[in-house]
C-alpha cells in the first residue's frame, strides 16, 4: 500500500487503490493475451500444463488440488488439453475407473517454448509478500469481494473463459 501512496503522491487510498487493480487487471490481462497468441492456448491451459514438469502424472481431482481450483473446472481445461494433443489419460491397470494425465511430447515442445503464464507470475508475487502484506490483502480484497457480492468459491481459473475450443 504505500507503493500504491508514494507512486500517486498523496492521492487519497481509495483512489490509490483503484489505480493499482487497474494495473494489475490491465497487466494480466495483456500478459494473458499475449499467452494465447504466441501458444494458441489459454493461461489456465499453460498454468495446468506446467503442472506436470514438477509431478508424476496425476489424476484431475490431484491436479484440481494442486491448483486450488474446483474438480469440473479443471477437468473441463484438462478435457481441451486432451483434445489438442498436449496432455494424453492414461487408464490406471489396477482401478479402470482412474486415469492418469501426463503430458506428451506435444506438450512438451509448447512449454519448452511458452513463456511464465500470468497465474504463475501471481503466484510466484503473492509468495514474496510478507506474512502482513499477505494478511493485510486478503483482508482487503475479502472486504472488496463481500462489497460486491461476489461468490469466490464459484471463480474460475484465472483468464479461462467456458467454452473455449482451444
Do not use: C, W, Y
Not at 21 to 31: H, P, W
Not at 119 to 145: D, N, Y
Request: charged share 20%; proline share 4%.
Amino acid at each position: 500500500m504505500s507503493a500504491a501512496r508514494t507512486i500517486h503522491g498523496g492521492a487519497d487510498d481509495r483512489a490509490a487503490a483503484l489505480t493499482a487493480l487497474r494495473g494489475l487487471i490491465g497487466s494480466l490481462t495483456r500478459s494473458a493475451r499475449s499467452i494465447e497468441s504466441h501458444t494458441g492456448i489459454t493461461n489456465a491451459q499453460l498454468f495446468l500444463l506446467r503442472q506436470f514438469t514438477t509431478a508424476a502424472p496425476m489424476s484431475v481431482n490431484e491436479l484440481a488440488e494442486r491448483v486450488h481450483a474446483r474438480q469440473n473446472t479443471v477437468s473441463s481445461v484438462v478435457g481441451r488439453l486432451t483434445a489438442a494433443g498436449l496432455v494424453e489419460k492414461v487408464r490406471s491397470s489396477t482401478d479402470g475407473r482412474r486415469a492418469a494425465l501426463s503430458l506428451t511430447p506435444k506438450g512438451r515442445r509448447l512449454l519448452a517454448r511458452a513463456p511464465a503464464s500470468p497465474t504463475e507470475v501471481l503466484i510466484a508475487a503473492l509468495a514474496s509478500l510478507s506474512p502482513r502484506e499477505a494478511r493485510h490483502l486478503t483482508e482487503g480484497l475479502g472486504a472488496l469481494v463481500a462489497l460486491l457480492k461476489l461468490k469466490i468459491d464459484a471463480a474460475p481459473m484465472l483468464f479461462e473463459r467456458s467454452g473455449r475450443r482451444t
